[in-house]
């Protein structure tokens, strides 16, 4: 389901609103899904941390999607030409303030419910493992347009951002491995396979893009 505004786009997927209302109207699914959906909301203050400054400094919004798997907000890059030099060093400070404010949400939420153990210990994980450099997290994006403002190369920031991306994820997969093994817990591997999903949609959407540009 898309709902289409001035300012944005929701795009709501049909298997959440199912779950969604499976959980509103039943109990037995309600005790079941009482953690995810802590985790949800907790994510959905994440993203809207996002948006609130987004709006603040004139983004644009391509798209704001809730699905089963989390909710991501997509923005839109503003273009530069070559004498802009300056425009694209004050958008790149927005950029990392943009993607920083995300995981200081969660930090903030945890210092808030510091006496209930769960929900200080799920947001201080979301604000650590969003400052990984790994696309699509936080980190990555902040590392980005570090790189970006210290005027490193478009390919070569590429490059040093797939193989830490790469490498990160290998090591957080060896991680999860560990930990399902010897805590029987395997968060960390679906988080993981979560990410390698988004990564695969975007490499497919990218080349898509290419494939139009022809």
């Known amino acids: 389901m898309k709902l289409r505004f001035s300012r944005m786009n929701i795009e709501i997927e ?12 039943s109990y037995t699914i309600r005790n079941i899904l009482f953690s995810f959906y802590m985790c949800y909301l907790f994510i959905i203050f994440h993203e809207l941390a996002h948006l609130t400054v987004a709006l603040l400094f004139g ?10 798997s989390g909710v991501c907000i ?3 890059k503003k273009r530069f030409y070559v004498n802009e030099t300056v425009k694209l060093k004050i ?29 200080f210990e ?9 400052m990984f450099p790994i696309f699509p997290l936080d980190g990555y994006h902040i590392l980005d347009n570090i790189l970006e403002f210290f005027n490193m190369k478009q390919k070569k920031r590429e490059t040093v951002l ?28 679906i988080f993981v396979f ?7 949609n975007n490499k497919k959407r990218q080349k898509v893009a290419n494939y139009g540009n022809y």
């Open 194 to 200: 979560y990410v390698f999903l988004i990564q695969e």
């Open 162 to 189: 797939y193989i830490l991306s790469k490498c990160l994820l290998s090591f957080l997969l060896l991680v999860g491995i560990i930990q399902l093994v010897f805590l029987f817990n395997p968060s960390i591997i």
């Open 14 to 25: 049909n298997i959440f609103l199912i779950v969604l209302f499976l959980f509103l109207f």
């Open 91 to 119: 958008e790149n400070i927005k950029e990392i303030l943009l993607y920083m404010v995300g995981p200081l949400s969660n930090i903030m939420l945890a210092c808030l419910f510091s006496n209930n153990k769960m929900i």
């Open 74 to 76: 997509e923005f839109k």
């Open 122 to 130: 799920i947001n201080m994980i979301f604000a650590m493992i969003n």
């Open 59 to 68: 983004k644009e919004i391509e798209n704001f999607k809730f699905s089963i």
